[in-house]
């Protein structure tokens, strides 16, 4: 009819239109016509049959999908998982894995229809359950059909059962190990009905809810069951007998729906929003929405990077929507594997070899600056600044008293300091080498994107709470950049979160409490954009008593002008540019890399100090003599309140846990003091008013250090060492030398006054 006028009825002057040919193909090229054959589906059926029948690996001399199918039998597993590399290396045609591939639903029908005849119990050479199983309601209408036939009644037309609803297991295909994902905005018509992998961050999840696959009914006046299959979310109840079963029996009865016989699988619907990293120039992420059914439900959870394959598919609109839609139809994804990108430190699971690794690592000479130095050694410096972010991932042992009140473990930190000293980068690198972490920024988050929303469920349209930054990093760490530029209404809402570890709503009908178990890491500038040494600290941090005082640290890095350390700065940055990585340490420190960090870090979170009872009077005495120094300040810088002695428990912890020590020892309170005075230092770091006292020990044995990396000298009479440190008295300098002397940095010898001089090894010259 294209390329000719219709013809014209000469009698009634109407238009004729010829009835349209049956297309026959293309006429060029011949060869598209013969690669367009019909697939042959009864012998790709059987292929399937064969696979599940035969298949053993190389090493293995049982057959591992009848293992499969045996424990489905014994009704001890749910899922006959395909191995795609399975398939590849058995199969005989290459084009099975391919067809496959592009026809995933299909062939997924395949294999459950021939899983059902290896369990059909009525088989000659059927898999048969080898422990007593429990009937259900299946089981009894199977034998019912059973024995229908057994007494000559044959079916009515129109009511055979259907095997989805006898069928106790899901067909899940897992994917290539070589196959690579498909970035989301790739994903377009070309790839409808195939498998197909994606890589995105989880953003919602819906409610585990029961899907109806098979529905029952029952005809009161004749006792017929009737079935109807649904295949996708919405279905139209039978009301009525269909008509070939009324010809076949003439009931004319109406149906009744029969929950217990029918068939229910749970379903739970989310989205995957798409990498920051795939996003282009000037463009918002775009969101995958999937389903997930059966035994994948509840595997993922909101903030979660994962690598998701599934079937794309279609889906058409439904009721108001299909009229507005017109043409269009939605797509969604049907899961059919899951994989984390990020395990947590609870589900890390380390093998033998890499537990004893681990195990020798922490016998290392200082572990403790070692693992410190391998966070971010692209950022020069901060020493004490990264020795705190590594107690912050390991964090302290959280307590559950018997009558209920809950002490946290979790620390907090906050870095305030002027603009360009890496405050950021720093944030940045703990969200990205932590397994679950959430980064946001104070301007942009409000107190409803930090804690939770109620939003209304697009699928059962009732209100539902939506998880906000706090809830999404549960169990991980949150960190805000920008915390100073958060409004005050918004940054109260922080206030429960950092020491409860709770949310509480009430809104919209919707009245509950929301988990928080995170570790808030909070970078912020002074109140005037940089630190004014003519104000006093209260007012350069700008920030409430009450919050100030749930940071466990708070850390002020200042940028000092310094000749010396602005050209090791620039040196390292240069370095940096030059080679695309950190320069080389010259105290020959090996640095670790991200992945072995995280397992140590795993390792050590599996150890759970106590504070000994000895140690219980020290603590007490440190604790009143901080009381007391505020009290003697003129100008308090800090707020040291009951907090303060929790803060020092969990760094002394997180101390022993690097160890992996059961208990924690005084050294480790030592160390947590010293860093909560170190950042209390430098937060009266004035230069302007007052000179901030530096720890005399660390001083002088950093004028040491120094000397000896500069002269390379191996002996220090204690004339000598008084010469370099003359403006500490003698009792410092001894308890220096003492002090490094018992950690095996250096040995001592006595004169005969009794006076300590320093001796080095060839070892001690690289300290």
Known sequence: MFGRRPATN???????????????????????????????????????????????????????????????????????DIHLDDIQAYAKDARFLKNL??????????????????????????????????????????NQAASTAENGVTPAEGSDMPPELLRRFEVIFKPLSKAKPVPMRQIGAEHVGKLVSVKGI??????????????????????????????????NPLDTIPKELQLSTGAK????????????????????????????????????????????????????????????????????????????????????????????????????????????????????????????????????????????????????????????????????????????????????ISPRAVYTTGKGSSGVGLTAAVQRDPVTSEMVLEGGALVLADKGICCIDEFDKMDEGDRTAIHEVMEQQTVSIAKAGITTTLNTRTTVLAAANPAMGRYDVKRSPTENINLPAALLSRFDLMWLILDKKDSEADRALCSHVLSVHQTGRAPERTDA????????????????????????????????????????????????HSYTTARTLLSILRLSQA?????FADHVD???????????????????????????????????????????????????????????????????????????ASSGVWNLERDARGNPSIVLGQDDMRR
């Open 101 to 142: 591939l592009d026809n995933t639903k299909r062939y997924q029908s395949h294999f459950a229809s021939q899983a059902d005849k290896f369990l059909d119990i009525s088989a000659p050479n059927s898999i048969r359950p080898t422990i007593p199983i429990n009937p259900d309601t299946f089981d009894v209408l199977m």
């Open 253 to 432: 009865g109406q149906l009744t729906l029969e929950t217990r016989g029918s068939r229910f699988i749970k379903y739970q619907e989310l989205k995957l929003q798409e990498l920051a990293l795939e996003v282009p120039q000037g463009a918002t992420p775009r969101s995958l929405h999937l389903q997930m059914k059966g035994e994948l439900t509840r595997c993922v959870k909101p903030g979660d990077s994962v690598t998701i394959t599934g079937i794309h598919l279609t889906e058409p609109y439904t009721g108001f929507k299909a009229m507005r839609a017109g043409l269009l139809t939605s797509t969604y994804t049907e899961a059919m594997h899951v994989e984390h990108n990020k395990q947590s430190y609870a589900d890390l699971q380390l093998s033998s070899d890499k537990d004893s690794f681990l195990s020798e690592l922490s016998e290392s000479e200082d572990i403790y600056g070692r693992l410190s130095a391998s966070i971010a050694p692209e950022i020069f410096g901060h020493e004490d600044v990264k020795r705190a972010l590594l107690l912050l991932m390991v964090g302290g042992v959280t307590r559950h008293l018997k009558d209920g009140m809950k002490l946290r473990g979790d620390i907090h930190l906050c870095l305030m300091g002027d603009p360009g000293v890496a405050k950021s980068q720093l944030i940045k690198y703990i969200a990205h």
């Open 666 to 740: 005084q050294a480790d309170v030592d160390e947590a003091l010293r860093l909560m005075q170190m950042s209390k230092i430098s937060l009266h770091d004035d230069e302007g008013r007052r000179r901030a006292v530096e720890d005399p020990i660390s001083a002088i044995y950093g004028r040491i250090r120094e000397d000896i990396l500069r002269n390379e000298k191996g002996t220090y009479s204690w004339e000598e060492v008084v010469a370099l440190c003359g403006s500490y008295t003698a009792e410092q300098i001894k308890q220096t030398l003492e002090d490094y």
């Open 202 to 235: 989880c953003t919602h999840v819906s409610d585990v809810k029961p899907h109806i696959v098979v529905a029952t009914y029952t005809d009161a006046e004749t006792g017929y069951e009737v079935y109807q299959q649904v295949t996708g979310r919405q279905f």
């Open 589 to 636: 420190v090996e640095l670790l890399d991200a992945a072995t960090l995280r397992s140590y870090i795993a390792k050590a979170k599996q150890f759970n100090p106590y504070i000994p009872e000895d140690l219980t009077e020290y603590v007490a005495a440190v604790y009143s003599e901080i009381r007391a120094d505020e009290v003697a300040s003129e100008v308090p």
């Open 10 to 80: 000469a009698r009634t002057g109407k238009v004729v239109i010829p009835p349209l040919q049956p297309f026959k193909g293309p006429v060029e090229p011949d060869n598209m016509a013969q690669s367009a054959d019909k697939l042959d589906y009864p012998s790709e059926a059987a292929n399937c049959h064969d696979f599940l029948d035969h298949f053993s690996a190389d090493d293995e001399q049982t057959h591992k999908y009848r293992d499969m199918l045996q424990e489905i039998a014994n009704r001890t597993r749910k899922t006959l």
């Open 655 to 659: 101390l022993a846990r690097l160890r």
